[in-house]
Nanobody, 121 residues
Framework: QVQLVESGGGLVQAGGSLRLSCAASGQTFSAYTMGWFRQAPGKEREFVAG???????VYGDSVKGRFTISRDSAKNTAYLQVNSLKPEDTAVYYCAAGLGAILTRTNYNYWGQGTQVTVSS
């Protein structure tokens, strides 16, 4: 079992930045693919970014060049640096962990409770 706890969300003006954190506990963090997803009201949950156990990264098209995913195995924590925020980035952001390919959503077996990011115009 892996437990995930997100933090770092908040209210920010357009153009601002936040750093989201995902603290993991339980089984070996370093073996897991970590992903960030988001869900806005009335919309499907969307892939934002993912990082493999060996730090290969993949980004959703809407966040490329603005968001950066990273991981620190010594701290059992994954991060999502979100820059140049836009109102359309407003959503609940979820951290997820799993084994296997970054873009295969069914690989993510463990999910956090989410952290709200609200971007004002």
């Amino acid at each position: 079992q892996v437990q995930l706890v997100e933090s770092g969300g908040g209210l920010v003006q357009a153009g601002g930045s936040l750093r989201l954190s995902c603290a993991a506990s339980g089984q070996t963090f370093s073996a897991y693919t970590m992903g960030w997803f988001r869900q806005a009201p009335g919309k499907e949950r969307e892939f934002v970014a993912g990082i493999s156990w060996d730090s290969v990264t993949v980004y959703g098209d809407s966040v490329k060049g603005r968001f950066t995913i990273s991981r620190d195995s010594a701290k059992n924590t994954a991060y999502l640096q979100v820059n140049s925020l836009k109102p359309e980035d407003t959503a609940v952001y979820y951290c997820a962990a799993g084994l296997g390919a970054i873009l295969t959503r069914t690989n993510y077996n463990y999910w956090g409770q989410g952290t709200q990011v609200t971007v004002s115009s």
